[in-house]
């Protein structure tokens, strides 16, 4: 059974960065695309970033694209985002997936626990 670990989140002030990662067991790594999704409290969980199975293709929210920054190491089964120039509105529970690459947080099964950021104005 795919499991997902999150990490990397904390605290941290208005315009700083952080590098969240996400490791992968119980499945081949290099045979999903990984996606991004971050989840504010009372609201629905919105689609981030996408890193194809190769690395070689990326896609992003609008919202974040020109600050987040998705990657992949095949090699390690983990997937980074790296967030810069954070915004207080880029504050919640964030959260990998592993599958064929779909933006709707519907289409997984598998969830890891997330890992929360929070943006200080």
């Known amino acids: 059974q795919v499991q997902l670990v999150e990490s990397g989140g904390g605290l941290v002030q208005s315009g700083g960065s952080l590098r969240l990662s996400c490791v992968l067991s119980g499945g081949t790594f290099s045979t999903y695309a990984i996606t991004w999704f971050r989840q504010i409290a009372g609201k629905e969980r919105e689609w981030v970033a996408t890193?194809?199975?190769?690395?070689?293709?990326?896609a992003y929210g609008d919202s974040v694209k020109g600050r987040f920054t998705i990657s992949r190491d095949n090699a390690k089964n983990a997937a980074y985002l790296q967030m810069n120039n954070l915004k207080p509105v880029d504050t919640g529970v964030y959260y990998c997936a592993a599958g064929a690459g779909s933006t709707r947080a519907g289409d997984y099964i598998n969830w890891g626990q997330g890992t929360l950021v929070t943006v200080s104005s």
């Open positions: 890193v194809g199975w190769r690395g070689a293709t990326t």
